[in-house]
């Protein structure tokens, strides 16, 4: 009997990862995958991600905790025993042989039929936009190239899930950007589970069905690239997703909060009285506007064109930053104000952990409903 729709196809249970000079990567980590999405692993260098996917592909063994695949333990299952490939930083491909041969190297390991190779091979290649370019050499193959190949060698074995290891960061920005809409569409077109690695926040929204942001070994916040832009649960996320204004402030009450010398209407419930927090907003939310009719007032320090919008560094009175996205022009030195609405203010509560964060979400969402 097959696996039910609602299983997930991977399963981590308090996974740890620790190595004998007594380094531990990952710390209890528990999450789920579910099939046919994209999930990306974000995070800075030395956060864990490459040992999650090294985990899953039976490269390493977990320390403690168990892995499940199909609602099965495959915590010493050998890696070429797992419904899983792995396309790697280098693409790992062999350059002495053609591009036909570097696909068909899996099925040949398995003793295929030279004629059921042929078909699966040509397949995969049509699949990644590489029909017709079954005799060239790797060293005549561009980057973007290169990449497909490697795709192509692993989805020819018809795995159930692709991991794929930073697989864009030798690609230069302008190819970077066109692998990044290839990928999703084959993701979909193949409707199997890709685990995606990276450090750029910018591939991750652009990609990701739900991204996984990782610091020190853990799980800081998983959701999807909206929730988690648009809700970040501590100043790390915040930092590491996009850019973002944050500073100090003062929630007064349910909806009602304090920064900057002023108080604020804001959509952020379910904190303490005068309990101490941090503010987000997103420089995009914010507008330039006539001093007299902002809510803030600042004294424009910098400013940079960086094509589609201005940057716009200014200090208000209480010595904050404030970073603008604007098509307006500022002048350096001139004192602006700053518009935003409500819904723009994120307020974040010092070392909540996500189950707590989403509790609060969902007695705020109750709440509003019974109103």
């Known amino acids: 009997m097959g696996a039910s729709a609602e299983q997930p196809i991977i399963r981590f249970e308090r996974v740890t990862k620790s190595y004998d000079d007594g380094e531990t990567v990952l710390k209890e980590v528990s999450f789920e995958i579910r099939r046919g999405q994209f999930y990306t692993l974000l995070g800075p260098s030395g956060c864990g991600k490459t040992t999650i996917l090294r985990l899953i592909a039976g490269f390493q063994e977990p320390s403690s905790g168990e892995i499940y695949f ?173 850019e973002s204004n944050i500073v100090a402030g003062q929630m007064v009450r349910d909806y009602e909060v304090r920064f900057a010398g002023h108080t604020f209407e804001c959509v952020d419930g379910g904190f303490r009285p005068d309990e101490p927090v941090e503010i987000v907003i997103r420089p995009e939310d914010l507008e330039i506007t006539p001093p007299e009719s902002g809510k803030l007032v600042v004294k424009v320090d910098s400013q940079l064109f960086r094509g589609v919008h201005y940057e716009i560094i200014g200090y208000d009175d209480a010595g904050n930053e404030w970073m603008v996205h604007s098509t307006k022009r500022a002048t350096v030195g001139e004192r602006v104000g700053l518009g935003f609405d409500p819904e723009a203010i994120h307020v974040m509560r010092f070392g909540e952990t996500e189950e707590e964060f989403d509790r609060r979400l969902l007695a705020y969402e109750e709440s509003a409903n019974e109103r």
């Open 70 to 242: 199909d609602g099965k333990v495959i915590n010493r299952v050998p890696a070429n025993e797992r419904q899983v490939n792995t396309v790697f930083q280098d693409y790992a491909l062999f350059p002495h042989l053609d591009v036909f041969e570097n696909v068909a190297f899996g099925l040949r390991i398995k003793r295929m039929k030279q004629a059921d190779v042929e078909n699966k091979v040509l397949e995969a290649l049509r699949f990644v936009n590489l029909k017709g370019y079954e005799k060239r050499q790797i060293t005549e193959l561009s980057g973007g190239q290169r990449q497909r190949v490697a795709i192509a060698r692993a989805i020819v074995n018809e795995p159930q899930v692709l991991l794929l290891d930073e697989p864009l960061s030798a690609l230069d920005l302008k190819l970077r950007t066109e692998m990044q809409y290839e990928l999703r569409e084959l993701q979909r077109r193949l409707g199997i589970t890709f685990i995606f690695v990276t450090h750029d926040q910018e591939e991750a929204l652009a990609m990701s069905d739900e991204i996984f942001v990782m610091k020190e070994g853990t799980i800081q916040q998983s959701g999807t690239p909206t929730d988690i832009y648009d809700e970040p649960i501590n100043r790390f996320v915040a930092d590491f997703i996009g």
